[in-house]
């Protein structure tokens, strides 16, 4: 089992750069693909990138693709979410999330994720 804690949330103006981290303790994080997702309010949950357990595939949803990047340092068991030219519509909670059976397959819905960390607030104003 492993345990997930982001941090780096905050609140931004527009056009400006966050960096997530997710910090995995008790299983190794390399024994995982990973995935960050989002939630706004009144919205589902909604799948922002993901990055199979070496960082040798990665994948984004179309929102974001070309400002966000998923990277992962299996050497100090965390994963980052690099997220640059925000705007007011990546306002969410954003989710980190552990996918121990495929861990060399991209994942886009979260069913397919085992475990869940509790989620860092991102506020960007316009």
């Known amino acids: 089992q492993v345990q997930l804690v982001e941090s780096g949330g905050g609140l931004v103006q527009a056009g400006g750069s966050l960096r997530l981290s997710c910090a995995a303790s008790g299983r190794a994080l390399r024994n995982y693909a990973m995935g960050w997702f989002r939630q706004a309010p009144g919205k589902e949950r909604e799948f922002v990138a993901a990055i199979t357990w070496n960082g040798g595939s990665t994948y984004y949803a179309e929102s974001v693709k070309g400002r966000f990047t998923i990277s992962r340092d299996n050497a100090k068991n965390t994963l980052y979410l690099q997220m640059n030219s925000l705007k007011p519509e990546d306002t969410a909670v954003y989710y980190c999330?552990?996918?121990?059976?495929?861990?060399?397959?991209?994942?886009?819905?979260?069913?397919?994720?085992?475990?869940w960390g509790q989620g860092t607030q991102v506020t960007v104003s316009s």
């Open positions: 999330a552990a996918d121990i059976d495929d861990i060399a397959t991209i994942n886009v819905r979260g069913r397919y994720y085992d475990y």
